[in-house]
């Protein structure tokens, strides 16, 4: 079974590296392996049927995607309401409406390919020294995709008109009539091969030790966005991909065999929805002037040593 401290940890763990692009699969199988003890028996089965740990995951995950539903709040209503106005009319036209068609086009790789390959995936990678392999190419991507951000880094001279601008309207991002924000319309710009090439990209994240978000986030500034749209982007597509994910798996939580362990369940997911929250309010001012560079780092030196260690 799993103890109300252990739950709140992992919890904790999930709701940040989710969305940091350190991969939160990877450390869901490195941490307890790392501490050992109660903790590794815990995660024991992390990928079988009925277990605690998976019941454990599937309720973390509902509990990011609604964070990220929360969030995104305003963006999610706009995008709603682009997709059936879309529907109606035919045309994708709108900032709203491309974004729709975007997201479900970006949706649909990992949604193929993972109840295809995702048991495939996991065997490859569930022992603690593949994941750990795993996770330093994931830094390796990541340095590629800094890279990537350095080429599409704009001049002196645009950072100087976009501040122009601000300045003239109070310091605040214009909003598109239809909303989201203007400052979205690179997003929308992306064409739909595209978007179908980032989520591929995502598809990655099936190798416990890769990170969704980084994948996505790479795929974005390898396509020409700056790095806050592509943080955007990722976040906005991780919340269907994460979301389904966990109501697939939903009857876990109400397998007989973990009845006692609900109420820790219960405070692992409210744990990993705060920090989930807390960690996408905080990346994205992040991204707005800083880079992936500190996260590769990690990947490669935790990587690297859980590859000494477990090795």
Request: charged letters at 15%.
């Amino acid at each position: 079974m799993i103890t109300y401290s252990q739950a709140a940890v992992i919890g904790a763990v999930q709701g940040v590296t989710e969305l940091f692009p350190i991969s939160s699969l990877g450390h869901s199988v490195l941490v307890a392996d790392w501490v050992g003890g109660s903790w590794r028996q815990a995660s024991q089965g992390r990928s079988g049927r009925g277990t605690v740990y998976l019941a454990v995951v599937v309720a973390m995950h509902v509990a990011t995607a609604v964070a990220l539903l929360g969030h995104y709040r305003r963006d999610w209503l706009a995008i709603a309401g682009g997709f059936v106005a879309s529907v109606r009319t035919g045309r994708a036209e709108t900032v709203p409406q491309r974004l729709a068609w975007l997201i479900i086009l970006a949706t649909v790789p990992v949604g193929v390919l993972g109840p295809l390959l995702d048991h495939e995936l996991h065997a490859l990678s569930v022992t603690p020294l593949e994941t750990s392999v795993v996770l330093t190419a994931n830094g390796a991507v990541l340095i590629v995709g800094e890279g990537l951000r350095r080429r599409n880094e704009p001049s002196l001279a645009e950072y100087g008109r976009r501040f122009a601008r601000r300045r003239a309207h109070g310091g605040v991002a214009l909003l598109d009539p239809a909303t989201p924000r203007q400052s979205d319309r690179p997003l929308a710009a992306l064409s739909w091969w595209e978007a179908i090439a980032i989520g591929f990209a995502q598809t990655g994240a099936l190798l416990s030790g890769f990170s969704r978000a980084g994948l996505s986030m790479v795929g974005g500034l390898w396509r020409g966005l700056e790095n806050e749209h592509a943080a955007k982007f990722a976040f906005l597509l991780a919340t269907p991909t994460i979301l389904g994910a966990g109501l697939v798996e939903l009857p876990e939580l109400f397998n007989p065999g973990i009845a006692p362990a609900r109420g820790p369940i219960l405070v692992g997911a409210l744990v990993s929805g705060v920090c989930s929250w807390l960690a996408v309010r905080y990346l994205e001012r992040y991204f707005r002037t800083r880079t992936l560079l500190p996260f590769a780092t990690y990947c490669l030196v935790a990587g690297g040593l859980s590859i000494l260690h477990f090795g």
